[in-house]
C-alpha cells in the first residue's frame, strides 16, 4: 500500500513538473559559450586598459572595440579573439588635425575630441563605422573634453575602412550608446533613446523643440545596443538584456544576465548569432552568448534558469 502511494506522490510530481518545463516547447535560453581576453588579446602583448563598447563588422567578422582610457579602438577576430591591428588617438588626429584640440575658451587648459572613445557602431547597408567620443564632465570649466562623432567607411567590399569625416556633436550631453537601424542613427542617453539626424547633426524633433524619446528603458541606464533583423537589443546598467520590436517599439524578450556572473555592463554587438558583451571589471573580458534550447530534466531547466557555460555537443 504504501509503495501504491509512493507511486501516486512520484506520477503528480511528474505532471506538475511537465506543466512547468512545457516539454513540448522548449524554452530558450542565453548560455556563455566562450570568452575573449583583453589583456592581453589572444596572439598579442597589446593589453586593454578599460573597455567601453563594441560594434560587429559583417563581412570580416571583426570586432571593433572602444577603449576610453588608452584612446584607442582595437580590431579582434570575433570567433577566435585573436588581435588583429588597432586604431590610436594619434591616427584620429592625423586623419583630422582640427580634431586634435577644441577651443574651451582658456589657453591653459588642453581640451579634446578625441579623449573618450567610448560608443560604437557599425552600419553594413553602407560599410561605415561610427566611434563617438563622449564627454564624462559636462558641467566642467573650462571644458576638458567635448563630444564628436566620427565616420569611417570601406568605398569597395573588401577593402579597409578609411577615415572620412568627423563633427562636433551637440555639447552638453553624455552619449551612450548608438545603433544603426534602417539607416537611421540612434542615440542612448541615460535611460532613452533618440533619433538623432547625422545630416543635420542634431537630434530628430520639431525646430525649437525638445525631442521625445523613442524607447525608454526600465532597468536603469542604456550601455549598449545592437541590432538583428527587425529587433534591437538593449544592455543596461542593470545588466538586463532586452529585446525591443522595432517597429512597435514593444519589449519582446529580456534576459538577466547576472545569471551568466555578469557584474559590470558596458558594452553589447551582435553578429554571426552571437551576442558580445563587455564586462567592465578586470580583468575587461568579452563575453560570447548564444541561444540554446533547454531539454531535459536538469535544474536548470526545471527552475528557469541557464547554466553559466553553453552544453558541449
Known sequence: M???RLMLAFAQVVVFASACVHRSTPVEGLCV?????SKPFEGSRVV??????LT???GTDALWVGDDNSNQIYIVDSETGRY???LRERDFTAAFPDAKACDNGSADVDCSYTAEFESLAYDRGTRTLYVVNTVNKLKETPAVDKPAIFTLQSPEKGENLKFVEWKALEPGHKYGAIEIVGGDLYVALGAAVYA????QNRFVGAEGEKPEAVWVSEYGGIVGMARQGGSVWVLTQDRMLVQVDWKTRQETARHD??????KMAKGLAYG?????VVEGNHPNPIYVLQFGTASGWGKATFLGGWPRSCPGP
Not at 33 to 37: C, N, S
Not at 48 to 53: P, S, Y
Not at 196 to 199: A, I, Q, T
Not at 257 to 262: A, E, H, K, P, V
Open 48 to 53: 586593454a586598459a578599460d573597455l567601453e563598447d
Open 84 to 86: 588583429r591591428a588597432r
Open 272 to 276: 554571426r548569432s552571437e551576442f558580445f
Open 257 to 262: 544576465l547576472t545569471s551568466i556572473g555578469l
Open 196 to 199: 538623432y539626424d547625422y545630416d
Open 33 to 37: 559559450a566562450r570568452t575573449i581576453r
Open 56 to 58: 560587429f563588422e559583417k
Open 2 to 4: 504504501r509503495a501504491v
